[in-house]
């Protein structure tokens, strides 16, 4: 036995020697975010289902096709904020009765720079009560509520929480859907086809300072060019010709003006409650059976000023209720050729129910001699005198006119029952809750306004705006204009400057993603190069250049920053030419070289912006001023947590068309980005990728249609795994003896790389 002294000498080495050996952990031993569990209910054909304990590093998930593996990729989207809709909610009794709610839970663990990241996002929504439960906990729980609401179920209410803090839908965007990459064959046409999610890829891996500048720059050029647009509309709306020959020195004069401010006042808030009321209600509507929409990111004077140019003579409901919600009353802006579309839109819209309602009418309508059901009977009854009599030689071939009028009359009565289902409802479910009346009042109104002041309805909004200016005695315009034309020149040099610093950045990343890409494309079953072109955009001269009258600033599309535009070539062995991916590529080759993409750019690739959809609309401040500085400030802050790495990244069958070596290539490639990256949820049909996972959940379709449907989950291990691997690699083609031979052998070979590749 040691004496106390040697004991105490040898427990402080072993002490010491285990704290160095805690430095030189590899990375995936310390705490990692990730999805921990995803519980559903009611969701389209599952009743209860529960993805628990999802490993850290590759989870996949495998079934029969049509088994339900889609419920993954739905609930996820539900958490993520995407829109909610009949078809995903389970109706509790199919002969008619009433509806359950449907329940999306996704628990997620928390650390480092995602804790961080959240944390910070959640105080700048003003969602506060989430983050106690976040900081002592690591955990953030996100529950999505779907109610079937309304005449027969036909609407959708949507409610959500973060950690039991109600919360709204664009919350859900902003915070959770940057946590998660989402990567299917949409995400790889949305990446490959269009040059602003390229360029998103891109930045990914671009520098945070030069990111950060160009964007706070890119934000302080479109501020002084507002304030400049501004003061300039300003100028042009003078005053109307009922203020000639006035004086604001003349006391009566002054009345008048007071009256007429007063009364435009009552006006404007007359209008927007009725414009808000109305664009609410179609909002609403459109949730149950539409994707949501959104007014553009750019409430911009600019875009206030061209949306009445750029309104269709003829416009859907959700297309007027998008240029309502963009009318801009202050900017000058009143909204009167939306107003009109509106009208026309309702007066359509009223014209297609009556439609329907008479065809209902005229189809099955009983107490209608003309309709096809009265004609029906009518014709029953003269068959029935027809062959009266049982002997009559034309009773049997009487008879069988019978079964065909009730084969005639059962089809009447199905195409009604889908005229008034499937038409009347969604048509009556689809309308604002405003009469023709209100409208035609509100627009008798406003052009008796326009009267009175000698003007058109279009110059409504700003003889209001110019009335009030002169009230109040603020029109300094003049003044401020060269001063304002100053500023916005000197910003937009210094954002041509970051542009530059940005363009260079893009290159340098750009060479190196090729180059990795081109290393791991042999592995993928690929002789190819991948060739990552950053170019300016054809007709692009970036400078002070004056365009419709204005300082024009350099800006692609979208949030993309800069004057760059970006395409995935790739160069095969045997070609002379490389050629665009999404043009060359085959499917299951563009599959491969998104995931070579993704793990040398982790978070390049998924479904929406990264930037969590941030813009200038998220914060209800009007350009310029210290409000402008503040939402400026905000959004700087907001830029530097939108380039975290996801999560969690949900492969959804983006291993079709692979097989062979290059499937097995893919599978190692997706265990070491779990193990190195984030956490990778796959869903797949390929062995190879199912026998490299850490967790293997397979989801089973149980039920009939007749008894009801619905879905298990399951975690297999051991021979329930063999089995369900074997599945996979065989199915009912080969030996039950040689697929679990061969499904042991890929479980082993997993087993044995997972093992090497942990101890690197």
Same mark, same amino acid.
């Given at each position: 036995?040691?004496?106390?002294?040697?004991?105490?000498?040898v427990?402080?080495?072993?002490a010491?020697?285990?704290?160095?050996?805690s *430095?030189?952990l590899?990375?995936?031993?310390?705490?990692?975010?990730?999805?921990?569990?995803?519980?559903?209910?009611?969701?389209?054909?599952?009743k209860?289902?529960?993805l628990?304990?999802?490993?850290?590093?590759?989870?996949?998930?495998? /079934?029969?096709? =049509?088994?339900?593996?889609?419920?993954?990729?739905?609930?996820?989207?539900?958490a993520?904020? @995407?829109?909610?809709?009949?078809?995903?909610?389970?109706?509790? &009794?199919?002969?008619? /009765?009433?509806?359950e709610?449907?329940f999306?839970?996704?628990?997620?663990?928390?650390?480092?720079?995602?804790?961080?990241?959240?944390?910070k996002?959640?105080?700048?929504l003003?969602?506060?009560?989430?983050?106690?439960?976040?900081?002592?906990?690591?955990?953030?729980?996100?529950?999505?509520t779907?109610?079937?609401?309304?005449?027969?179920g036909? #609407?959708?209410?949507?409610?959500?929480?973060?950690?039991?803090?109600p919360?709204?839908?664009k919350?859900?965007?902003?915070?959770?859907?940057?946590?998660?990459?989402?990567?299917?064959?949409?995400?790889?046409?949305?990446?490959?086809?269009?040059?602003?999610?390229?360029? &998103?890829?891109?930045?990914?891996?671009?520098?945070?300072?030069?990111?950060?500048?160009?964007?706070?720059?890119?934000?302080k050029?479109?501020v002084?060019?507002?304030?400049?647009?501004?003061?300039?509309?300003?100028?042009?709306?003078?005053?109307?010709?009922?203020? #000639?020959?006035?004086?604001?020195?003349?006391?009566g004069?002054?009345?008048?003006?007071?009256?007429?401010?007063?009364?435009?006042?009552?006006?404007?808030?007359?209008?927007?409650?009725?414009r808000?009321?109305?664009?609410?209600?179609i $909002?609403?509507?459109?949730?149950?059976?539409?994707?949501?929409?959104e007014?553009?990111?750019?409430?911009?004077?600019?875009?206030?000023?061209?949306?009445?140019?750029?309104?269709?003579?003829?416009?859907?409901?959700?297309?007027?209720?998008?240029?309502?919600?963009k009318v801009?009353?202050?900017?000058?802006?009143?909204?009167? $050729?939306?107003?009109?579309?509106?009208?026309n839109a309702?007066?359509t819209?009223?014209?297609?129910?009556?439609?329907?309602?008479?065809?209902?009418?005229? +189809?099955?309508?009983?107490?209608?001699?003309?309709?096809?059901?009265?004609?029906v009977? #009518?014709?029953? @009854?003269?068959?029935?005198?027809?062959?009266?009599?049982?002997?009559?030689?034309?009773?049997d071939?009487?008879?069988?006119?019978?079964?065909? +009028? &009730?084969e005639?009359?059962?089809?009447?009565?199905? !195409?009604?029952?889908?005229?008034?289902?499937?038409?009347?409802n969604?048509?009556?479910?689809?309308?604002?809750?405003?009469?023709?009346?209100?409208?035609?009042? +509100?627009?008798?109104d406003?052009?008796?306004?326009?009267?009175?002041?000698?003007?058109?309805?279009?110059?409504?909004?700003? !003889?209001?705006?110019?009335?009030?200016?002169?009230?109040?005695?603020?029109?300094? &315009?003049?003044?401020?204009?060269?001063?304002?034309?100053?500023?916005?020149? #000197?910003?937009?040099?210094?954002?041509?400057?970051?542009?530059?610093?940005?363009?260079?950045?893009?290159?340098?990343?750009a060479?190196?993603?090729?180059?990795?890409?081109?290393?791991?494309l042999?592995?993928?079953?690929?002789?190819?190069?991948?060739?990552?072109d950053?170019?300016?955009?054809?007709?692009?001269?970036?400078g002070?250049e004056?365009?419709? =009258?204005g300082?024009?600033?350099?800006?692609?599309?979208?949030?993309s920053?800069g004057?760059?535009?970006? @395409?995935?070539?790739?160069?095969?062995?045997?070609?002379?030419?490389?050629?665009?991916?999404?043009e060359?590529?085959?499917?299951?080759?563009?599959?491969?070289?998104?995931?070579?993409i $993704?793990? !040398?750019?982790?978070?390049?690739?998924?479904?929406?912006?990264?930037?969590? /959809?941030?813009?200038?609309?998220? *914060?209800?401040?009007?350009?310029?001023?210290?409000?402008?500085l503040?939402?400026?400030?905000?959004?700087?802050?907001?830029?530097?947590l939108?380039?975290?790495t996801?999560?969690?990244?949900?492969?959804?069958?983006?291993?079709?068309?692979?097989?062979?070596?290059?499937?097995?290539a893919?599978?190692?490639?997706?265990?070491n980005?779990?193990?190195s990256?984030?956490q990778?949820?796959?869903?797949?049909?390929n062995?190879?990728?199912?026998?490299m996972?850490?967790?293997?959940i397979?989801?089973?379709k149980?039920?009939?249609e007749a008894?009801?449907?619905?879905?298990?989950?399951?975690?297999?291990?051991?021979s $329930?795994?063999?089995?369900?691997?074997?599945r996979?690699?065989?199915?009912?083609?080969?030996?039950?003896?040689?697929?679990?031979?061969?499904?042991?052998?890929?479980l082993?070979?997993?087993?044995?790389?997972?093992e090497?590749?942990?101890?690197?």
């Open positions: 036995m040691l004496p106390p002294r040697s004991v105490l000498l427990f402080s080495i072993f010491y020697l285990s704290l160095i050996h *430095f030189s590899p990375k995936a031993a310390f705490p990692k975010s990730r999805i921990e569990s995803i519980t559903v209910k009611n969701l389209a054909i599952v209860d289902a529960q628990k304990d999802l490993s850290s590093r590759l989870t996949v998930v495998t /079934g029969e096709t =049509g088994a339900g593996k889609s419920l993954v990729t739905s609930a996820i989207g539900l993520c904020g @995407d829109a909610a809709s009949k078809d995903k909610s389970r109706q509790f &009794n199919p002969d008619g /009765g009433a509806f709610d449907s999306v839970t996704l628990t997620a663990q928390l650390h480092d720079e995602a804790l961080i990241a959240v944390s996002k959640l105080k700048l003003s969602l506060d009560s989430a983050i106690p439960v976040l900081e002592s906990t690591n955990t953030l729980t996100i529950t999505r779907i109610k079937r609401v309304g005449k027969n036909n #609407k959708i209410r949507s409610t959500c929480t973060l950690n039991s803090c919360a709204h839908l919350d859900l965007k902003l915070i959770v859907a940057p946590l998660i990459a989402r990567i299917d064959a949409n995400a790889a046409a949305t990446v490959l086809s269009r040059s602003e999610s390229r360029i &998103n890829a891109i930045d990914r891996g671009v520098e945070e300072k030069i990111m950060r500048e160009a964007k706070s720059e890119y934000r050029y479109r002084g060019r507002s304030r400049r647009m501004k003061i300039e509309r300003d100028l042009a709306s003078s005053l109307p010709p009922s203020f #000639k020959g006035m004086s604001m020195e003349n006391d004069d002054a009345t008048t003006l007071r009256h007429w401010v007063e009364e435009l006042n009552t006006f404007q808030e007359k209008w927007s409650l009725f808000d009321n109305v664009v609410a209600d $909002e609403n509507n459109q949730d149950s059976s539409e994707p949501e929409f007014a553009d990111a750019d409430n911009s004077p600019t875009a206030a000023t061209s949306s009445a140019l750029s309104i269709p003579s003829m416009m859907s409901l959700p297309q007027c209720a998008i240029e309502l919600s801009n009353w202050e900017g000058g802006d009143g909204g009167w $050729e939306a107003m009109l579309s509106l009208k309702l007066v819209h009223d014209k297609s129910y009556h439609a329907a309602s008479e065809a209902l009418m005229t +189809l099955s309508s009983k107490s209608t001699l003309e309709s096809a059901a009265s004609s009977e #009518k014709t029953r @009854d003269l068959l029935y005198d027809t062959a009266s009599d049982q002997s009559s030689t034309v009773y071939q009487s008879e069988k006119a019978h079964d065909l +009028l &009730n005639v009359e059962a089809t009447i009565q199905r !195409c009604a029952e889908q005229i008034e289902n499937r038409i009347l969604k048509l009556e479910a689809s309308r604002p809750y405003v009469t023709l009346e209100e409208l035609d009042e +509100l627009l008798v406003w052009k008796s306004l326009a009267r009175k002041h000698g003007i058109s309805p279009e110059q409504v909004c700003g !003889c209001h705006g110019g009335l009030r200016s002169e009230l109040e005695g603020a029109d300094e &315009n003049r003044e401020k204009l060269p001063r304002a034309i100053i500023e916005e020149s #000197k910003a937009l040099l210094k954002y041509q400057e970051c542009c530059k610093l940005l363009t260079e950045d893009r290159k340098r990343v060479e190196m993603l090729g180059e990795k890409v081109t290393e791991l042999p592995s993928l079953g690929m002789e190819a190069e991948l060739i990552v950053v170019r300016r955009k054809m007709g692009i001269e970036f002070l004056v365009k419709g =009258g300082l024009w600033g350099g800006k692609v599309e979208g949030d920053v004057i760059d535009v970006v @395409d995935f070539l790739l160069l095969n062995n045997k070609a002379t030419e490389a050629g665009k991916v999404e060359t590529a085959s499917s299951g080759e563009r599959a491969r070289i998104l995931l070579a $993704e793990t !040398c750019l982790p978070g390049s690739i998924g479904v929406g912006d990264y930037s969590g /959809g941030i813009s200038l609309n998220d *914060f209800e401040f009007e350009d310029g001023g210290a409000e402008g503040e939402k400026e400030e905000m959004e700087e802050e907001w830029t530097g939108a380039k975290s996801p999560i969690s990244v949900l492969y959804d069958e983006i291993d079709s068309h692979v097989g062979g070596r290059a499937a097995v893919v599978a190692k490639l997706l265990s980005q779990g193990k990256g984030s990778i949820i796959s869903i797949t049909h062995a190879a990728i199912a026998s996972a850490d967790r293997h397979v989801v089973e149980k039920g009939d008894d009801g449907v619905d879905v298990k989950v399951t975690s297999v291990i051991g $329930e795994r063999e089995d369900e691997i074997a996979m690699a065989g199915g009912e083609m080969v030996s039950e003896e040689d697929s679990i031979a061969f499904s042991r052998a890929l082993k070979e997993g087993m044995e790389f997972r090497q590749t942990a101890a690197l």
